[in-house]
């Protein structure tokens, strides 16, 4: 039992299954203790939110029920979500979605790279941050992990 306070609980919010694999691929290249949970759409996601907590939430914006501009809103006005960090994980490059996702104070804006090698490299950048000790809200400028 005691390794398993070691895993970091990693919930994707993602519909796409070679998404889902691919980041999942990238995860084990950091070759560090995960458990990795996957809500297909904005309800389930929601769901699994309230089974637990995890460490950190990665959230696709293009997905059905809820897109995730909608489930940061919802996450952002729940204080039992207050240090939760959600990180946007998407393909979307245009500037309002950008926007609404700041505004609605996700943590980071991270784009989906098209190699393993790519998204290994933001999502070591991701989890480089110490989330467990202070929420990171960059300034805008500092908002996007390429």
Known sequence: MGHLANLKDILLAEDDDDD?????????????????????????????????????????????????????????????????????????????IKEDAFRNQANLYVNKANTIKGITASLAKVFAIDWNNYMHYPPYDQFFLS
């Open 20 to 96: 889902a694999h691919f980041f999942e691929v990238a995860l084990n290249e950091l070759k560090f203790p995960y458990e990795l949970r996957v809500a297909i759409d904005g309800n389930m996601l929601f769901v699994l939110l309230k089974d637990r907590m995890p460490h950190i939430l990665f959230l696709d914006i293009d997905m059905p029920c809820k897109d995730g501009i909608a489930c940061i809103a919802e996450i952002r006005k729940n204080r039992e979500y207050d240090k939760l960090p959600v990180i946007m994980y998407t393909s979307h490059t245009s500037d309002k």
